[in-house]
């Protein structure tokens, strides 16, 4: 079994799936009505920043939000974000913002 976190139907929705050994995929949650961006796994997290300026962290699990916070305003239409060890590296307008304590 693998667990991946997609974000299809040009950033509408942020999903986690499930894909069996047979190549059926499951989907075992979603947010929808959200801008989302390209999500990463961090901490038992799924941390998202949309093109809309939302840092967003949901929980791997259910997909229950765990976090929300604005940031200011994308330089970019696909912000990346980063992670390392309990750091989160953010992109915030034309910096890089860390938080701590992920």
């Known amino acids: 079994m693998k667990l991946g976190v997609k974000s299809p139907h040009c950033y509408?929705?942020?999903r986690a799936i499930e894909v069996t050994p047979t190549?059926?995929?499951?989907?075992?949650?979603?947010?929808?009505?959200?801008?989302a961006g390209?999500?990463?796994?961090?901490?038992?997290?799924?941390?998202?920043v949309s093109r809309?300026?939302?840092?967003?962290?949901?929980r791997l699990s259910d997909g229950k939000p765990v976090f929300s916070t604005t940031t200011a305003p994308l330089v970019t239409d696909?912000?990346?974000?980063?992670?390392?060890?309990?750091?989160?590296?953010v992109p915030e307008g034309?910096?890089?913002?860390?938080?701590?304590?992920?």
């Open 38 to 48: 390209p999500p990463i796994i961090a901490g038992g997290v799924i941390w998202d």
């Open 12 to 14: 509408t929705s942020l």
């Open 52 to 58: 809309a300026g939302l840092l967003s962290g949901f």
């Open 23 to 35: 190549a059926r995929i499951h989907v075992l949650w979603s947010v929808t009505g959200y801008a």
């Open 94 to 102: 034309d910096k890089i913002v860390s938080y701590l304590g992920i």
């Open 78 to 89: 696909f912000p990346t974000l980063s992670a390392s060890g309990s750091r989160l590296i």
